[in-house]
C-alpha cells in the first residue's frame, strides 16, 4: 500500500487500491486519528455452481461469485472457508469440470480459472445443463 498523502491534508475523500496482500484492519487501527472506512468492490466476473457434496452431505451445490482472475486453488480454499474447514488443506481437493451428456470430466490445473473456462462452455451451458464444475 502506498499512501501519497498520509498526512490526510485538505481531504474528505480518499482512493486507495489495495493489492490481495494488504489488510484493511491493519490499515485501519494504524491511523486512528481520522475516520476510515473502507468500501469494497468486487472484480468484474461472474457465478459459478460448484457440486460439493464431498464436503458436506445436506447441501448439493454452492454458488460462488468469483472474478475471472480466480485460479481453482483459491476457489477450493473459499469452499472450504464456507464450511469453517479451514484447516483442510487445499491440496487434499481438486475442482473438476464435468460434461454431464458427454460423459467427461477433466482436472483442473492449480492455477487455472473456472470463469474463464466457463465461458468458454458456450451454448451448451444453456442446453440441459450439460457442463458443471465438482469439488472432489
Not at 499512501?3 to 482512493?15: A, F, M
Not at 496482500?21 to 466476473?45: A, Q, V, Y
Not at 484447516?87 to 473438476?96: D, F, I, M, N, P
Not at 474463464?116 to 464444475?133: M, T, V, Y
Amino acid at each position: 500500500l502506498n499512501d501519497t498523502n498520509p498526512s490526510q491534508e485538505g481531504l474528505t475523500r480518499k482512493t486507495l487500491v489495495l493489492d490481495m496482500d494488504n489488510k484493511p484492519m491493519e490499515f485501519s487501527t494504524c491511523h486512528t486519528w481520522f475516520d476510515c472506512k473502507f468500501i469494497l468492490r468486487m472484480k468484474m466476473g461472474g457465478e459459478v455452481k460448484i457440486f460439493i457434496s464431498v464436503l458436506v452431505d445436506d447441501r448439493e451445490y454452492l454458488c460462488l461469485r468469483i472474478s475471472e482472475d480466480t485460479e481453482s486453488e483459491v476457489v477450493i480454499g473459499m469452499l472450504l472457508h464456507s464450511f469453517q474447514m479451514e484447516r483442510e488443506t487445499c491440496g487434499k481437493y481438486c475442482l473438476y469440470e464435468e460434461n454431464l451428456l458427454k460423459r467427461y470430466q477433466r482436472r483442473l490445473g492449480r492455477k487455472e480459472r473456472p470463469l474463464k473456462i466457463q465461458k468458454g462452455w458456450g451454448e451448451e451451458l444453456d442446453r440441459a445443463h450439460s457442463f458443471c464444475f465438482r469439488l472432489k
